[in-house]
């Protein structure tokens, strides 16, 4: 079984920082690209970074300059640093793992983690 866990965010001033790491357990052979995304009150679920195996970055418009992935392949973790945070960033983040398990490749998501924006 597989399980990705976010950890991070709460609540952060306009123009704050916050940062969120999501972390795969479970048997894990191999872990290809793994992404961020977020969902703000009622709207659709959203890419906002994604990185590749070899550490290869792909951002959103709306956050490129401000947020920053990365990823730890040893310790299978991701991170997302978000600077200069706008209230337009209030949303549920997801973090999201291909995994190639025990007898498949599959997509794997966290339970989410709520990040606010306000003053």
């Known amino acids: 079984q597989v399980q990705l866990v976010e950890s991070g965010g709460g609540l952060a001033q306009p123009g704050g920082s916050l940062s969120l790491s999501c972390t795969a357990s479970g048997s894990i052979f191999s872990i290809y690209a793994m992404g961020w995304y977020r969902q703000p009150p009622g709207k659709q679920r959203e890419l906002v970074a994604e990185?590749?195996?070899?550490?290869?970055?792909n951002y959103a418009d709306s956050v490129k300059g401000r947020f920053t992935v990365s990823r730890d392949n040893a310790k299978n973790t991701m991170s997302l640093q978000m600077n200069s945070l706008k209230p337009e960033d209030t949303a549920v983040y997801y973090c999201?793992?291909?995994?190639?398990?025990?007898?498949?490749?599959?997509?794997?998501w966290g339970q989410g983690t709520q990040v606010t924006v306000s003053s």
């Open positions: 990185v590749a195996t070899v550490g290869s970055t």
């Open positions: 999201k793992a291909r995994i190639l398990g025990i007898a498949k490749v599959d997509d794997y």
